[in-house]
């Protein structure tokens, strides 16, 4: 008889725990879904700010389509994603002073001497603005964007053949050119936030400039046929978010960023690996953007 009560009191105990850890994974299920969903509202809404910024910047006519932002969702947050990777792929800032121009292969490389450094601050449009608004002790450390063009061309010059000078040697010379600072502000963290502003303005401009080009087009072709070419006509909102998101279908083909290594001698001739020359050997990024143009990037520190 007792041991049939324990094995009740067993079975019942069971019963008991069984109910409870159920009744736990419901709780912590219900938990995990919630999360997910606040995460989902929460993405939404960032894709819908992302979305109303760039219909800010490039057309604002867009809003007159009918449901322009769930038309505009997949291809502007994947433009989107996509200006953050490349973003991320710039590295971190170099310092940009005369040291710098002394121990940095990269920056002796960019600048023909140290006092080019000096000339490009106090000629800049947007650090003399900064200085002027605020001084050395405010901000002692300002940090940039740096933008420059590389031109390569051949020439013939002076090399080594072996142990031996000889002349007319095809090399190819590297030149840096258009520098260019960007952007200025007091932190590394503020300079990240404006790379990615300058990446967006930057293709926001290209898209505007493609569309306008495609509009004046379209105006040169109007045919006999003047109600069914308002119809098709860029004019009309729901024709121009559909040609847009054609445009930026591949958000590759309007900026993409390459890696590239160098080994330049003083004259920024490109040497061989195995040369042993004295050489600057370092990587630049250059941003490839839409209209083919291409442009060095690098986020900078300058110490007034």
Known sequence: MNDNRRSEGAKNL????????????????????HGRAEDEALLTADDKRVIENFVDAANSKMRAADDYVEKLRDHVCALYRHILSVADQIPEPVDLNHDAFRSNPLVNAL??????????????????????????CQMPVVYALLTACKTEKSILGIGMLGEMLVR????????????KLHTPCASHAELNMALKKYLFDRIVALIKQEMASCIAAQACNVGDHAYESRLKSLANPEVYLSTLNDYLAIPAKLLRIDTAHFKLNKLGIKLADEDRQCANEFDIHELIWADNTRNIVLKIAYIR
């Open 14 to 33: 069971r019963s008991f725990f069984d109910d409870q850890l159920h009744h736990l994974q419901i709780l912590v299920s219900s938990l995990g879904h």
């Open 111 to 136: 600048f023909v001497n140290a006092a080019d450094i000096d000339r490009l601050f106090k000629t800049n449009a947007d650090t003399d603005a900064y200085f002027r608004v605020h001084s050395q």
């Open 168 to 179: 007319d040697v095809s090399q190819q010379s590297v030149n840096f050119s258009s520098h």
